[in-house]
Protein backbone atom coordinates (compact mmCIF):
# COMPACT_ATOMS: atom_id res chain seq x y z
CA UNK A 1 0.00 0.00 0.00
CA UNK A 2 1.40 3.76 -0.68
CA UNK A 3 2.02 6.06 2.11
CA UNK A 4 -1.21 8.18 1.02
CA UNK A 5 -3.52 5.15 1.76
CA UNK A 6 -2.58 5.02 5.14
CA UNK A 7 -4.43 8.84 5.55
CA UNK A 8 -7.82 8.73 7.10
CA UNK A 9 -9.32 11.85 5.28
CA UNK A 10 -9.43 10.57 1.92
CA UNK A 11 -11.59 13.41 0.46
CA UNK A 12 -11.71 16.33 1.97
CA UNK A 13 -13.77 19.90 0.17
CA UNK A 14 -13.10 23.06 1.77
CA UNK A 15 -15.60 26.23 1.35
CA UNK A 16 -16.45 24.61 -2.23
CA UNK A 17 -18.59 26.93 -4.10
CA UNK A 18 -19.54 26.57 -8.00
CA UNK A 19 -21.49 29.10 -10.36
CA UNK A 20 -22.47 28.90 -13.81
CA UNK A 21 -22.61 31.70 -16.59
CA UNK A 22 -20.78 33.77 -14.55
CA UNK A 23 -19.25 35.84 -17.25
CA UNK A 24 -23.37 35.89 -18.44
CA UNK A 25 -26.85 37.55 -17.55
CA UNK A 26 -28.08 33.90 -16.42
CA UNK A 27 -25.84 33.29 -13.41
CA UNK A 28 -26.47 30.55 -11.25
CA UNK A 29 -24.75 29.67 -7.86
CA UNK A 30 -25.11 25.78 -7.26
CA UNK A 31 -23.25 25.18 -4.59
CA UNK A 32 -22.88 27.58 -1.66
CA UNK A 33 -20.12 26.63 0.27
CA UNK A 34 -19.92 22.93 0.48
CA UNK A 35 -17.72 21.70 3.55
CA UNK A 36 -17.48 17.94 3.45
CA UNK A 37 -15.04 14.96 4.83
CA UNK A 38 -15.37 11.67 3.65
CA UNK A 39 -12.91 9.09 5.86
CA UNK A 40 -11.33 5.99 4.46
CA UNK A 41 -14.23 3.17 4.59
CA UNK A 42 -16.81 5.45 5.45
CA UNK A 43 -20.09 5.43 3.33
CA UNK A 44 -21.90 8.76 2.84
CA UNK A 45 -25.56 9.28 1.25
CA UNK A 46 -26.79 13.00 -0.70
CA UNK A 47 -29.95 13.63 -1.30
CA UNK A 48 -31.82 16.84 -2.64
CA UNK A 49 -34.37 17.84 -5.47
CA UNK A 50 -33.44 17.45 -8.96
CA UNK A 51 -31.24 20.70 -9.94
CA UNK A 52 -30.08 20.93 -6.23
CA UNK A 53 -26.45 20.38 -7.40
CA UNK A 54 -25.78 16.62 -6.43
CA UNK A 55 -24.06 15.71 -10.10
CA UNK A 56 -22.33 18.66 -10.00
CA UNK A 57 -20.68 18.42 -6.57
CA UNK A 58 -19.87 14.70 -7.05
CA UNK A 59 -18.07 16.13 -10.37
CA UNK A 60 -15.84 18.50 -8.15
CA UNK A 61 -15.44 15.65 -5.52
CA UNK A 62 -13.83 13.38 -8.55
CA UNK A 63 -11.91 15.78 -10.26
CA UNK A 64 -13.88 15.77 -13.33
CA UNK A 65 -14.21 19.94 -12.86
CA UNK A 66 -13.15 22.39 -10.60
CA UNK A 67 -14.70 24.89 -7.74
CA UNK A 68 -15.34 28.00 -8.69
CA UNK A 69 -13.93 28.85 -5.09
CA UNK A 70 -13.08 26.67 -2.45
CA UNK A 71 -11.08 23.63 -2.14
CA UNK A 72 -10.92 19.79 -2.98
CA UNK A 73 -8.10 17.86 -1.18
CA UNK A 74 -7.78 14.42 -1.79
CA UNK A 75 -5.00 12.34 0.47
CA UNK A 76 -4.64 16.13 1.86
CA UNK A 77 -3.16 17.13 -2.00
CA UNK A 78 -5.44 20.35 -3.48
CA UNK A 79 -6.71 19.95 -7.46
CA UNK A 80 -6.12 23.11 -7.92
CA UNK A 81 -1.93 22.57 -7.28
CA UNK A 82 -2.03 19.75 -9.99
CA UNK A 83 -1.75 19.82 -13.62
CA UNK A 84 -4.79 18.63 -15.72
CA UNK A 85 -2.39 15.46 -16.28
CA UNK A 86 -1.67 15.17 -12.30
CA UNK A 87 -5.31 15.02 -11.68
CA UNK A 88 -6.19 12.63 -14.63
CA UNK A 89 -3.66 10.51 -12.57
CA UNK A 90 -5.23 10.61 -9.28
CA UNK A 91 -8.35 10.25 -10.52
CA UNK A 92 -7.41 6.86 -12.28
CA UNK A 93 -5.91 5.66 -9.12
CA UNK A 94 -7.84 7.21 -6.29
CA UNK A 95 -11.62 7.89 -7.18
CA UNK A 96 -14.24 5.03 -9.23
CA UNK A 97 -17.08 6.72 -10.68
CA UNK A 98 -20.56 4.74 -11.27
CA UNK A 99 -23.62 6.45 -13.45
CA UNK A 100 -27.06 6.23 -13.38
CA UNK A 101 -26.68 4.94 -17.27
CA UNK A 102 -23.81 2.72 -16.60
CA UNK A 103 -21.50 4.40 -19.47
CA UNK A 104 -20.27 0.93 -20.21
CA UNK A 105 -18.45 0.84 -23.65
CA UNK A 106 -20.88 -1.62 -25.77
CA UNK A 107 -18.47 -3.07 -28.18
CA UNK A 108 -16.59 -4.22 -24.99
CA UNK A 109 -17.04 -7.22 -22.93
CA UNK A 110 -17.67 -7.49 -19.38
CA UNK A 111 -14.21 -8.77 -18.81
CA UNK A 112 -12.99 -6.14 -21.07
CA UNK A 113 -15.12 -3.00 -19.39
CA UNK A 114 -13.42 -4.13 -16.02
CA UNK A 115 -9.81 -4.18 -16.94
CA UNK A 116 -10.42 -0.89 -19.20
CA UNK A 117 -9.10 1.07 -16.46
CA UNK A 118 -6.16 -0.47 -16.30
CA UNK A 119 -5.62 -0.88 -19.85
CA UNK A 120 -5.68 3.00 -19.80
CA UNK A 121 -2.72 3.16 -17.75
CA UNK A 122 -0.75 0.45 -19.55
CA UNK A 123 -0.75 -3.36 -20.61
CA UNK A 124 -2.65 -5.34 -18.29
CA UNK A 125 -1.17 -8.44 -17.07
CA UNK A 126 -2.50 -12.14 -16.38
CA UNK A 127 -2.50 -10.96 -12.72
CA UNK A 128 -4.78 -7.93 -13.86
CA UNK A 129 -6.71 -9.94 -15.30
CA UNK A 130 -7.39 -12.20 -12.51
CA UNK A 131 -8.46 -9.68 -10.77
CA UNK A 132 -10.97 -8.61 -13.12
CA UNK A 133 -12.22 -11.81 -12.98
CA UNK A 134 -12.43 -11.93 -9.13
CA UNK A 135 -14.47 -8.71 -8.84
CA UNK A 136 -17.23 -9.87 -11.60
CA UNK A 137 -17.41 -13.35 -9.69
CA UNK A 138 -17.66 -11.15 -6.32
CA UNK A 139 -20.29 -9.26 -7.71
CA UNK A 140 -21.99 -12.58 -8.82
CA UNK A 141 -21.24 -12.18 -12.39
CA UNK A 142 -18.26 -15.23 -13.37
CA UNK A 143 -21.04 -16.77 -15.65
CA UNK A 144 -21.18 -13.45 -17.68
CA UNK A 145 -17.45 -12.42 -18.38
CA UNK A 146 -17.90 -12.42 -22.20
CA UNK A 147 -21.38 -11.23 -22.36
CA UNK A 148 -21.51 -7.82 -24.10
CA UNK A 149 -23.62 -5.05 -22.22
CA UNK A 150 -26.64 -5.65 -24.38
CA UNK A 151 -26.71 -8.84 -23.36
CA UNK A 152 -26.68 -7.76 -20.08
CA UNK A 153 -29.62 -6.88 -17.39
CA UNK A 154 -29.75 -3.57 -16.51
CA UNK A 155 -28.75 -4.77 -12.69
CA UNK A 156 -26.17 -6.26 -13.73
CA UNK A 157 -24.42 -3.66 -16.26
CA UNK A 158 -24.51 -1.97 -13.17
CA UNK A 159 -22.49 -4.73 -11.30
CA UNK A 160 -20.17 -4.61 -13.74
CA UNK A 161 -19.58 -0.95 -13.29
CA UNK A 162 -19.17 -1.41 -9.61
CA UNK A 163 -16.40 -3.93 -10.05
CA UNK A 164 -15.11 -1.49 -12.67
CA UNK A 165 -15.18 1.40 -10.35
CA UNK A 166 -13.08 -0.81 -8.23
CA UNK A 167 -10.51 -2.68 -10.39
CA UNK A 168 -7.60 0.06 -10.08
CA UNK A 169 -8.23 0.12 -5.84
CA UNK A 170 -9.33 3.49 -5.35
CA UNK A 171 -9.98 4.83 -1.99
CA UNK A 172 -13.26 6.32 -2.85
CA UNK A 173 -15.76 5.49 -5.00
CA UNK A 174 -18.51 8.14 -6.29
CA UNK A 175 -21.73 7.17 -7.32
CA UNK A 176 -24.17 9.09 -9.25
CA UNK A 177 -27.84 7.70 -8.76
CA UNK A 178 -26.09 4.17 -9.75
CA UNK A 179 -29.75 2.80 -8.91
CA UNK A 180 -32.19 5.40 -10.79
CA UNK A 181 -32.30 3.22 -13.53
CA UNK A 182 -33.68 -0.11 -11.55
CA UNK A 183 -36.44 -1.21 -10.22
CA UNK A 184 -36.82 -1.35 -6.62
CA UNK A 185 -35.84 -5.14 -5.10
CA UNK A 186 -32.48 -4.76 -8.10
CA UNK A 187 -32.19 -1.25 -6.57
CA UNK A 188 -32.02 -2.53 -2.93
CA UNK A 189 -29.96 -5.33 -4.03
CA UNK A 190 -27.57 -3.25 -6.11
CA UNK A 191 -27.04 -1.22 -2.86
CA UNK A 192 -25.98 -3.79 -0.23
CA UNK A 193 -23.70 -5.42 -2.61
CA UNK A 194 -22.20 -1.55 -2.86
CA UNK A 195 -22.47 -1.41 1.12
CA UNK A 196 -20.96 -5.26 1.64
CA UNK A 197 -17.65 -4.23 -0.90
CA UNK A 198 -17.74 -1.18 1.43
CA UNK A 199 -17.14 -3.55 4.46
CA UNK A 200 -14.81 -6.17 2.50
CA UNK A 201 -12.38 -3.70 1.12
CA UNK A 202 -12.87 -0.73 3.06
CA UNK A 203 -13.66 2.09 0.16
CA UNK A 204 -15.14 4.79 1.12
CA UNK A 205 -18.40 5.70 -1.24
CA UNK A 206 -20.41 8.48 -1.49
CA UNK A 207 -23.60 7.86 -3.09
CA UNK A 208 -25.90 10.51 -4.99
CA UNK A 209 -29.88 9.24 -4.76
CA UNK A 210 -32.94 10.48 -4.60
CA UNK A 211 -34.52 7.18 -2.69
CA UNK A 212 -34.23 8.07 0.69
CA UNK A 213 -34.57 4.59 2.34
CA UNK A 214 -31.68 3.82 0.29
CA UNK A 215 -29.64 6.61 1.47
CA UNK A 216 -30.25 5.51 5.13
CA UNK A 217 -28.26 2.53 4.50
CA UNK A 218 -24.66 4.57 4.71
CA UNK A 219 -23.09 5.75 7.69
CA UNK A 220 -24.00 9.02 7.07
CA UNK A 221 -26.25 11.14 5.47
CA UNK A 222 -27.04 14.31 4.09
CA UNK A 223 -28.96 17.02 2.36
CA UNK A 224 -27.84 19.47 -0.19
CA UNK A 225 -30.32 22.30 -0.51
CA UNK A 226 -29.91 25.83 -1.72
CA UNK A 227 -26.29 25.52 -2.28
CA UNK A 228 -25.11 23.74 0.78
CA UNK A 229 -25.04 20.56 2.82
CA UNK A 230 -26.97 19.88 5.73
CA UNK A 231 -27.04 16.63 8.25
CA UNK A 232 -30.38 15.11 7.73
P1 LIG B 1 -28.65 17.49 -9.72
O1 LIG B 1 -27.62 16.47 -10.05
O2 LIG B 1 -28.85 17.69 -8.25
O3 LIG B 1 -29.97 17.22 -10.39
P2 LIG B 1 -26.93 19.27 -11.24
O4 LIG B 1 -25.67 19.29 -10.46
O5 LIG B 1 -26.94 18.44 -12.46
O6 LIG B 1 -28.15 18.91 -10.27
O7 LIG B 1 -27.29 20.77 -11.66
C1 LIG B 1 -27.42 21.80 -10.70
C2 LIG B 1 -27.80 23.12 -11.39
O8 LIG B 1 -26.70 23.57 -12.16
C3 LIG B 1 -28.97 22.99 -12.32
O9 LIG B 1 -29.78 24.14 -12.17
C4 LIG B 1 -28.34 22.96 -13.69
O10 LIG B 1 -29.19 23.50 -14.64
C5 LIG B 1 -27.10 23.80 -13.50
N1 LIG B 1 -26.00 23.36 -14.38
C6 LIG B 1 -25.39 22.16 -14.35
N2 LIG B 1 -24.39 22.10 -15.27
C7 LIG B 1 -24.39 23.30 -15.90
C8 LIG B 1 -23.61 23.88 -16.94
N3 LIG B 1 -22.60 23.19 -17.51
N4 LIG B 1 -23.88 25.15 -17.31
C9 LIG B 1 -24.89 25.85 -16.72
N5 LIG B 1 -25.65 25.35 -15.73
C10 LIG B 1 -25.42 24.11 -15.32
MG1 LIG C 1 -27.70 14.71 -11.13
Same mark, same amino acid.
Given at each position: ???????????????? *?????????????????? @??????? *???????????????? %?????????????????????????? *????????NR??G????????????????NVLMPLMIR???????????????????????? @?? %????????????????RALVT?P?????????????????????? %?????????????????? /??????????? %??? /????????
Amino acid at each position: MSEMGESRTVIQARGV *EKSYGLDGVNTVHVLRGV @DLTISRG *ETVSIVGSSGSGKSTL %LHILGGLDLATKGDVLVHGVPFASMR *ESQICEMRNREIGFVYQFHHLLVEFTAIENVLMPLMIRGKVTEEDRDKGVSLLSRVGLEHRL @DH %LPSELSGGERQRVAIARALVTDPSCVLADEPTGNLDKSSAKSFMN %LVFDLNKDLKTSVVLVTH /DHELANMAHRS %LLL /DDGLLHDR
